[in-house]
């Protein structure tokens, strides 16, 4: 991947999968680190799945969801001198409670460390493949936060699809704007 | 500054449009967008397809969505044509010009870019 926002579009496609209403996507940002949350309310994995997803191996057809994208995840952070660590609760366990954290840190002055990219794109993608779930972005930079949350358009919008060509470009523009503000 | 409130307006605009449209949809799109079409480019090559069909007012009649990984990972980005009645059309190695040229001959003009298809990449 050449950009971690490729990583970010990929691995949060797999909460989409395993049934999360909200998807919580959180990157915070130092002069040095860079740190990706993605937090779901899906059905999360019992714990031999949880120590299986990092090996590329473990696929096979039948288990097919989960393939490379978190160990390519893990490896873009590790090569920054970072880490990487997923957390879940199987809802057959936890009925009440269940989801996936996947956390990953970056060096951000790494030799190896991948840009973060068009993080817009991503999340505009991930809304635009997505629409009936719930997204909730947010940046914290030094300089201040960047945040979208797909539950407030919804509040505003009613029945309007969020993948609506109007509605995707409007989410591009109010990130973007926000982004530029913070450049001031 | 864009507030939430020009949704409100946003909405409005639409309410018909989106009514209007309401079970037509004879063609989809369909791009790969597993870590394998990421990796590959997938991502600018589906919004080359979601600004076409919208800029060329085909919203009506066409749908644009992701799928899963497709199986020809080495040929990706992959995206898939279905329209009712036709044989499925797939575009392999995809670019977002190429894209644009699909939108053009094939989903407006209803003829196969026959060059960028998998039947001919493997001819």
């Known amino acids: 991947m050449k950009e971690i926002s490729l990583n970010i579009l990929d691995v949060a496609k797999n909460s989409v999968k395993a049934g999360a209403t909200l998807t919580e996507i959180t990157l915070n940002e130092t002069e040095e680190t860079l740190t990706l949350i993605i937090k779901d309310d899906g059905c999360g994995m019992n714990e031999e799945k949880v120590r299986n997803v990092c090996d590329p191996f473990y696929t096979t057809r039948t288990t097919r969801k989960v393939g490379l994208g978190i160990p390519l995840l893990k490896l873009s952070a590790e090569q920054t001198g970072g880490s990487f660590e997923i957390k879940s609760k199987a809802q057959e366990e936890h009925p009440q409670d269940h989801g996936t954290v996947v956390t990953a840190v970056f060096y951000k002055n790494h030799i190896d460390f991948t840009p973060l990219g068009d993080v817009v794109f991503s999340i505009v993608t991930l809304i635009q493949g997505d629409p009936d779930t719930d997204f909730l972005y947010t940046h914290n930079l030094p300089q201040g936060t960047v945040k979208l949350d797909t539950r407030e358009l919804r509040a505003q919008l009613g029945d309007i699809p969020l993948c609506e060509y109007e509605i995707i470009m409007w989410i591009t523009e109010y990130l973007k704007e926000q982004y530029a503000e913070l450049k001031k | ?123």
């Open chain 2, 1 to 123: 500054m864009k507030s939430l409130a020009e949704l409100q307006a946003i909405k409005e605009k639409m309410q018909n449009k989106v009514a209007l449209r309401e079970g037509s949809g004879e063609m989809r799109v369909v791009v790969g967008m597993a870590t394998c079409g990421i990796a590959a480019g997938a991502r600018p090559v589906l919004s080359a397809f979601v600004e076409e069909v919208a800029n060329n007012d085909l919203s009506g009649k066409v749908t644009v969505s992701q799928t899963g990984c497709i199986g020809i990972c080495q040929f990706e980005p992959v995206v898939e044509v279905f329209e009712a009645d036709k044989e499925k059309v797939t575009y392999v190695k995809m670019t977002p010009e190429k894209a644009k040229r699909v939108v053009e001959e094939h989903i407006k003009g209803g003829k196969v870019v026959a060059e960028y298809t998998f039947a001919s990449e493997n001819a």
